[in-house]
């Protein structure tokens, strides 16, 4: 069911009374909630430009080079983009009438978006250098029922964002009216902070930690390499050197020697960059919790706030490749209802889903998932695990097998007689995987929900609960069929971005059929 009513109307000439339409809403300067800030107009053109610059910078070359359509195509980019803008802030309202958040805009065709505030799970904010200076935020207004944020305010102040916090929050509990509708002074920093406790926060040393034990750097990697290549930067850096050394050596050894050096080098400038990037992401970080909400702050350049209600979460997933292991460390994601559609698009998303807790010792593991869920407890290893059925080892090594036997007839018809070594070499690591990643999958139902466990190098373990699961699946390939299997599905609301879904394959059939049943049974209850 949708939370939102979107209602076009001809202002004009229409021969419909706007009040038979849409609500009288209109809001003056002076109310509490109204138009967005002024510097709304300069960020939306900076947003246009950002897209249309290269462009723009082609046609103004252009029209320097002699021809005059280029002048005419740039002013063509940009001046739409200008009134656009300030016709947005212009017509833009908002307010909190009879418990709805109403957004209206638009000057010959209006738009009317309400959002029952009870519907209102989460208000998320985001703020880049240029934000803070001016004192505004990006806002985004989501529910639980769409892929997408209902409303995003681009950019009111500060002081406004509190107020629509409080009021929401407010209205969201319950609470009187009158007491859910503050004045726009922003609250002291003091006060806000008064009414969270705090669950926990990231050192930088940490991050530092996080970021060697991850790849995230490899955006960074396809920045660098495309500021490269789009500004030419390449003859600017010699490494004539470098190949010239490689190619004048003889010795097959110490030609290895360099390849090896080369890579170790680049290795470490991956992690470096990964480095830098979780610091400038999630510097600061802070978990708190207020009420039955979560709230989160970070970064280091575009600060993000979000906020989470406990009620909201749909599935916890506890992530941690090798490198995390050794330093005693782990993350945690969460999947939110309605949260699917925009946990990559923005900021405050992606931190509230994907890196909801990007790094944090495996000893407060249990600390954190109780203040996620009452009664929660996160003990894995107290569990009853059961495996997949017995034949999925020899069901999965079949295939490194027969790769081995075609990568060997091919060795040995073009290297013979060594080229069948070329079989055993690739079969066997792929030989090992197999087995071992049969033996990595593990499920069990507790008394309130369904784990799942996979991984050999990255360990996924997820949970999640009975009243959270939307829809129970059992589903058998032929392959499956052939060997007495199933595989066993648990979708939630938003299954999808923890990088880890509850898709339990070569389950022995009776008992996913048995699981099966009991599932559907107690989310049904």
């Not at 002074?185 to 060697?212: D, N, Y």
């Not at 069929?481 to 979708?491: T, Y």
């Amino acid at each position: 069911m949708s939370s939102e009513a979107d209602v076009d109307e001809q202002e004009e000439g229409s021969g419909v009374p706007p009040t038979e339409v849409i609500p009288d809403i209109s809001i003056e300067p002076s109310d509490q909630f109204g138009r967005l800030h002024v510097s709304s107009i300069v960020f939306g053109l900076l947003s246009h430009i950002r897209v249309v610059i290269f462009p723009a910078a082609l046609a103004i070359f252009n029209g320097a080079s002699g021809g005059f359509w280029g002048y005419y195509l740039a002013v063509l980019l940009i001046v739409p983009a200008i009134v656009g803008q300030i016709i947005n802030y212009y017509r833009l309202r908002y307010r909190i009438l009879n418990h709805e958040l109403i957004v209206t805009q638009g000057i010959i065709f209006r738009r009317n978006r309400t959002v029952p505030v009870h519907r209102i799970q989460n208000i998320n904010l985001s703020q880049n250098p240029l934000h803070r200076l001016v004192g505004v935020a990006e806002v985004r207004v989501e529910t639980a029922s769409g892929k997408e944020p209902e409303a995003i305010l681009r950019v009111i102040p500060m002081a406004h964002v509190h107020a629509l916090r409080e009021a929401v929050f407010a209205e969201r509990d319950n609470e009187p009216i009158e007491q859910a509708v503050p004045t726009v002074e922003a609250k002291g920093a003091e006060e806000a902070q008064s009414k969270e406790s705090e669950i926990l926060t990231i050192p930088t040393s940490r991050l530092c930690k996080a970021g060697l034990a991850n790849d995230g750097g490899m955006i960074l990697v396809g920045v660098f390499f495309g500021a490269m290549y789009q500004f030419d930067l390449w003859n600017y850096l010699r490494f004539d050197w470098l190949t010239s050394l490689y190619e004048n050596e003889t010795s097959d050894y110490w030609r290895a020697v360099y390849i090896a050096a080369a890579l170790i080098v680049a290795f470490l400038v991956i992690r470096m960059l990964t480095m830098v990037w979780y610091i400038l992401r999630f510097h600061g970080y802070r978990l708190a919790r207020e009420g039955d909400d979560l709230r989160i702050s970070c970064g280091l350049f575009t600060k993000v706030s979000a906020s989470i209600p406990r009620k909201r979460i749909q599935l916890i997933s506890v992530q941690h490749n090798l490198w995390m292991r050794w330093m005693g460390l782990t993350s945690i994601r969460i999947e939110t209802a309605g949260g699917s559609g925009n946990e990559g698009n923005d900021a405050a998303g992606s931190v509230s889903g994907r890196w909801f807790l990007p790094v944090l010792l495996m000893d407060d593991i249990e600390r954190v998932a109780r203040e996620l869920r009452d009664g929660l407890t996160w003990e894995p290893e107290e569990l009853d695990w059961k495996p997949v059925s017995a034949m999925a080892g020899r069901r999965l090594i079949r295939i490194p097998i027969l790769i081995g036997l075609i990568v060997g007839i091919i060795g040995v018809v073009n290297l013979m007689p060594w080229g069948i070594l070329a079989g055993p070499v690739v079969a066997a690591p792929l030989l090992f995987l197999a087995i071992r990643g049969s033996r990595s999958l593990r499920y069990s139902r507790t008394e309130d929900g369904v784990v799942y466990r996979s991984g050999i190098v990255n360990k996924k373990t997820s949970r999640t609960f009975f009243d959270r699961i939307q829809s129970v699946r059992l589903n058998r390939s032929p392959f499956d069929r052939r060997w007495n299997m199933a595989k066993l599905s648990v979708d939630t609301a938003a299954a999808g971005p923890a990088g880890h879904t509850i898709g339990v394959p070569y389950l022995s059939d009776e008992f996913a059929e048995e699981e099966y049943r009991e599932i559907v049974r107690r989310a049904s209850a």
